[in-house]
């Protein structure tokens, strides 16, 4: 078996084995969702989580106009503040971004260059009134 992983022009894995491999995804669900008005936001990261690269975080089926608290840190949590389950740390970052029509939100993020192998955890909460909806979380490790 043969697994090549061609990144960019600057970055090429490539490794052969005759035994059995498995491919995984770059990022791996975690928490559960709360629904609003009978929908479950959804959060999913797009491009691979590399050092020095960006990562892409989209929340889908948000409710139209409210704010998405997006929550970012090196430890997973699981309290009760402020109306909401709190499925990650704050210690990287907490941004408040509108939801738009689509009841969508994508945020671009860069990675450091010299956080190979660190996990993040990221959250995202949808400010509703009267209360908050949490969506699921998304855990990763920073690649070389």
Do not use: C, K
Not at 33 to 40: D, I, L
């Amino acid at each position: 078996s043969r697994v090549v992983m061609d990144l960019d022009p600057f970055t090429y894995w490539e490794d052969t084995s005759e035994g059995n491999f498995t491919i995984m995804a770059s990022y791996s669900s975690y928490g559960s969702g709360t629904a609003v008005n009978g929908e479950v936001p959804s959060l999913e990261m797009h491009n691979v989580p590399q050092a020095g690269g960006n990562i892409v975080v989209h929340i889908a089926n948000a409710q139209v106009g409210a704010n998405a608290h997006i929550i970012a840190g090196r430890m997973a949590q699981n309290s009760f503040q402020y109306g909401v389950t709190l499925l990650a740390t704050t210690d990287i970052t907490h941004r408040i971004i509108p939801v738009d029509n689509s009841g969508e939100v994508l945020v671009s993020n860069s990675l450091p260059s010299g956080a190979v192998g660190v996990t993040v955890y990221i959250q995202a909460v949808i400010a509703s009134a009267p209360v908050f909806s949490a969506t699921a979380g998304v855990q990763f490790v920073i690649l070389p």
